[in-house]
Nanobody, 126 residues
């Protein structure tokens, strides 16, 4: 499975961005049994969970720090997951990674994901 993340950039505080993560490669039976997640890693900090979605049901999970500001969604036809980010804060500055796991239920644990994208940098200026 290959994941290609895109959409990062420089934005002022209060602004918005939408990240995309396109999935491709060999699958078991399409992506209906996969969960996908977004994580981020700020300079000098550990990688942390941001949001996740169970592919088949669309159930979503969010870190407390982004609830109400970030929305994860997916386009089954395009095998793509999105992270819509609004009301961005300088503390959201990080490299954002998408990840997937061949399990139907999402998890907030980094170790639960088997495949990772290359990351896309989001910089929020104050």
């Amino acid at each position: 499975v290959q994941l290609q993340a895109s959409g990062g950039g420089l934005v002022q505080a209060g602004g918005s961005l939408r990240l995309s993560c396109a999935a491709s490669g060999r699958t078991f039976s399409g992506f209906s049994d996969y969960a996908m997640g977004w994580f981020r890693q700020a300079p000098g900090k550990e990688r942390e969970f941001v949001a996740a979605i169970t592919w088949s049901t669309g159930r979503t999970y969010y870190a407390d720090s982004v609830k109400g500001r970030f929305t994860i969604s997916r386009d089954n036809a395009k095998n793509t997951v999105y992270l819509q980010m609004i009301s961005l804060e300088p503390e959201d500055t990080a490299v954002y990674y998408c990840a997937t796991r061949p399990e139907p239920i999402a998890t907030m644990s980094l170790s639960g994901y088997n495949y990772w994208g290359q990351g896309t940098l989001v910089t929020v200026s104050s």
